[in-house]
C-alpha cells in the first residue's frame, strides 16, 4: 500500500454564491475607493459631485447587503469549499461599519 504524497486540498468545488460574493465585495471596495479619492482631489467640491460621490456609496452599500447574502447562501452550501464565503461575511462586516459610519455622521 502506497501513500500518496501530494496533498489535495482543493478536492470539493468553491461554492458558487461564495464566490459571487467575494466579487461583489471586490467591487464595493472599488467604488468606495473612487468615492474617497474624488473628495480627497476636489477642493471644492460641487454639486455635481457631491451626487456622484453620494451615489457611488449607495450603490456600494446595496452591493455590501447583496454580498452579505449571498455569502450566507454560499456558507450554508453543503459538499464545497466555503472559503471565499468565510473572507466574504468578514469584508462585507467591514463594509457595513464603513458605511454605517458614513451614514450616521452623514456622506463623506
Known sequence: MSRDPVLKLNQKPHAIFGIISFVLAIISLVLVV?????????????????????????????????????????????DKEKIFAHISIVLHFIGFIYHGTVLWFGFL
Open 34 to 78: 473612487i468615492s474617497i479619492v474624488m473628495v480627497a482631489v476636489n477642493e471644492e467640491m460641487t454639486q455635481s459631485d457631491r451626487l456622484a460621490v453620494g451615489i457611488l456609496e449607495w450603490i456600494s452599500a446595496m452591493l455590501t447587503i447583496a454580498g452579505f447574502g449571498t455569502a450566507v447562501i454560499g456558507e450554508t452550501s453543503i
